[in-house]
């Protein structure tokens, strides 16, 4: 998925869950860490990155057991690095499920290709879910 899906998808998540404006933007915040991990991984080689890229920075595992047993801020911003993840496994590409440095363990849904216009229908999903849930309340 591109940034800016992630920035919009987690951000209005995070207002669909119930928090607040500052708290989805550190959801948001969250959902970019997994991508800069590879980029900072790489040091701006474009060989680097392609081999780093998805591999233990898309590792579902550790941001869900931060995610449950953390709380606050940090809570927040790990559960969105997990959103990332879990958005990122919709792609053909998709993230290592089971063994951290990919490889033939990383596995997608292919449901949605990265770049393709099927990403706006996540974000507008998202907004929909945030319209939805604070008309309800
Ligand atoms: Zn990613």
């Not at 669909?16 to 980029?39: E, Q, W, Y």
């Not at 590409?93 to 996540?122: D, M, Y």
Request: glycine residues 14%.
């Amino acid at each position: 998925m591109k940034a800016a899906t992630h920035l919009g998808f987690n951000f209005f998540f995070g207002l669909s869950l119930g928090f607040s404006p500052l708290g989805a933007a550190v959801m948001t915040a969250g959902g970019m860490l997994p991508d800069i991990c590879d980029r900072f991984i790489a040091l701006g080689s474009k060989t680097l990155w392609r081999s780093a890229h998805r591999t233990f920075s898309h590792w579902p595992w550790p941001y869900l057991g931060a995610a449950l047993f953390l709380h606050g801020p940090l809570q927040i911003f790990l559960f969105g690095a997990l959103l990332h993840c879990v958005l990122d496994a919709l792609t053909p590409t998709g993230i290592p499920w089971v063994h951290p440095l990919g490889g033939k363990w990383k596995r997608g849904l292919g449901l949605i290709k990265t770049g393709s216009f099927l990403e706006l229908g996540v974000i507008a999903g998202a907004f929909l879910l945030w319209q939805f849930t604070s008309s309800a309340a």
